[in-house]
């Protein structure tokens, strides 16, 4: 098997512009959170196929975080950047803020995805590690193993709770 060569989290960050308008705006006169949410998936697959140099999928998402509302008219800004990477699988947060004219920008939603690299007949495959180089990412590193193994104690207990109800029917 090849050794993948690591990879910079600078390698893979990518940026993602809207002007919010008429039609993606909800009832209540702000940004349709659904809206958003696509363009969060967007971003992310793009961070991790830029990293993985493979198609991608979506294999959750982990934390979805409203701080603030946007409204028609707002410029609306999407960063998205890896903060861990397993064997096959890779977490992405994604930060979006509403810019002003001024270019001052105000966040008003993180996210962080978990996606997988997928080979040519759509089967995981084995990504880059990544390689650290500030503070901050050695940080947002460790956070992201410790989510890693908290989604797969929790996947593990909800496999178990499923069982044990399939047995009672």
């Not at 934390?63 to 999407?78: D, I, P, R």
């Not at 998205?80 to 977490?91: A, D, I, L, N, R």
């Not at 050695?138 to 499923?162: D, H, M, P």
Request: hydrophobic content about 35%; glycine content about 4%; charged content about 25%.
């Amino acid at each position: 098997m090849n050794q993948l060569s690591p990879k910079r989290v600078c390698e893979s960050v990518t940026e993602q512009i809207q002007i919010l308008m008429p039609e993606h705006i909800n009832g209540y006169k702000r940004l349709f959170g659904g809206k958003l949410m696509e363009w969060i998936d967007v971003v992310a697959a793009v961070v991790a196929r830029r990293h993985s140099g493979c198609n991608v999928t979506t294999a959750c998402v982990d934390n979805l975080v409203f701080k603030a509302a946007a409204y028609v008219n707002s410029t609306v800004v999407l960063k998205g950047y890896m903060t861990y990477v397993g064997k096959t699988s890779m977490e992405v947060r994604v930060d979006t803020f509403v810019e002003e004219l001024s270019g001052q920008q105000q966040m008003i939603n993180t996210a962080y995805l978990v996606l997988v690299a997928l080979d040519e007949h759509d089967k995981p495959t084995s990504v880059a590690p990544l390689l650290l180089q500030t503070k901050e990412e050695r940080l947002e590193f460790a956070a992201g193993e410790k989510r890693s193994e908290y989604r797969k104690s929790t996947q593990q207990n909800n496999e178990r709770e499923v069982r044990n109800i399939c047995k009672c029917n």
